[in-house]
């Protein structure tokens, strides 16, 4: 396997115009998270899908943020309008989830992160 | 609230020299206890995972400890290497419900020649 692949890996952008991020993540895992990684605030989640449903986007900071996963093998982040504010590395992570009452899982594999900048 | 945090913010050694960096979580019921490096310009990589009933786990030149009593942790890199120039992160995931994951701010490690 690949791993998780994510594209593009670099994206320049000015402020109001809509970003697509995308990802792929690892065949056969059921949970995919977005994370957005600052000098100033570190990893934070944006958030997660378990079996291509929204499980938790507590993170999600405002509604210019919007994340679809129509199907096992791909999920988008979506920034509309976008504002400098956004600029940061977005990172794409899948693991196998494999017991509720445990929260058992596998380790979680990161892609290679998008650098978005917007200007 | 769930939180984890890391000691020393920065570090910075010689090659050849021992370090441990520490982890203190607040996260219960805990699950697990991950730590990762990443890279410069990289995703973040899984060095161990250790659940409750393990105290210690090695990889290589890295070892992590684990004391969920009281809810620490610690990374010991042993020879430090150039390539160990990194940021090395703790992450908590907590028992039941689904597998969120609670990150550290991370240890910034620079192994100087």
């Known amino acids: 396997d690949a791993g998780v692949i994510q594209s593009p890996r670099h994206e320049v952008t000015e402020m109001g115009q809509e970003v697509t991020l995308r990802c792929k993540p690892i065949s056969g895992h059921n949970s995919l998270f977005w994370y957005r990684q600052t000098m100033m605030r570190g990893l934070e989640l944006l958030i997660y899908?378990?079996?291509?449903?929204?499980?938790?986007d507590s993170g999600m900071p405002e509604d210019r943020f919007s994340a679809k996963m129509p199907n096992a093998s791909f999920s988008t982040l979506k920034i509309q309008p976008s504002e400098p504010r956004d600029s940061a590395v977005y990172f794409c992570?899948?693991?196998?989830?494999?017991?509720?009452?445990?929260?058992?899982?596998?380790?979680?594999?990161f892609g290679q992160g998008t650098r978005l900048t917007v200007v | 609230k769930n939180q984890v945090e890391q000691s020393p913010q920065s570090l910075i050694i010689l090659e050849g020299k021992n370090c441990t960096l520490q982890c203190n979580y607040t996260v219960s019921p805990f699950s697990n206890l991950r730590w990762y490096k990443q890279d410069t310009g990289r995703g973040p990589v899984s060095l161990t995972i250790?659940?409750?009933?393990?105290n210690t786990k090695s990889n290589g030149r890295y070892t992590a400890t684990l004391d969920a009593d009281t809810k620490q942790s610690s990374l010991h890199i042993t020879a430090s290497q150039l390539s160990d120039s990194a940021s090395y992160i703790c992450?908590?995931?907590?028992?039941?419900?689904?597998?969120?994951?609670?990150f550290g701010a991370g240890t910034r490690l620079a192994v100087h020649p």
């Open positions: 250790m659940t409750f009933s393990e």
């Open positions: 992450v908590v995931s907590a028992r039941g419900g689904y597998n969120k994951l609670i």
């Open positions: 992570a899948s693991s196998l989830f494999l017991e509720y009452s445990t929260g058992a899982s596998t380790e979680a594999f």
């Open positions: 899908f378990n079996n291509n449903v929204p499980i938790d």
